[in-house]
């Protein structure tokens, strides 16, 4: 069973910076695409960021320029590095991957147990 952990959430103040991490149970070259997504509370989870098995990032505009999805094959882990932090990031991270299944036609979506950030003001 393919596992993802996220760690890295906490308490910081406006301005300030986080990194959250993602390790997971597998080669992250196993994964189609492996990102972040965000759920604020009353709201609706939103992408943050993704980076494809080639490499290529995506990112929400409301993160872009503050937010940067790397990755380190080596260590089977997923990185999301938040600077510039704002109240409104404040949200619960999850980390999430798509892998093509093996026996049959079809992706599996995976994701983690989420890591709360609180931005204060």
């Known amino acids: 069973q393919v596992q993802l952990v996220e760690s890295g959430g906490g308490l910081v103040q406006a301005g300030q910076s986080l990194r959250l991490s993602c390790a997971a149970s597998t080669s992250i070259l196993s994964f189609l695409t492996m990102g972040w997504y965000r759920r604020a509370l009353g709201k609706q989870r939103e992408l943050v960021a993704t980076?494809?098995?080639?490499?290529?990032?995506n990112y929400a505009d409301s993160v872009k320029g503050r937010f940067t999805i790397s990755r380190d094959a080596a260590k089977n882990t997923v990185y999301l590095q938040m600077n510039s932090l704002k109240p409104e990031d404040t949200a619960v991270y999850y980390c999430?991957?798509?892998?093509?299944?093996?026996?049959?036609?079809?992706?599996?979506?995976?994701w983690g147990q989420g890591t709360q950030v609180t931005v204060s003001s």
């Open positions: 980076v494809g098995r080639g490499g290529n990032t």
């Open positions: 999430t991957g798509t892998r093509i299944r093996v026996a049959t036609p079809g992706l599996d979506d995976y």
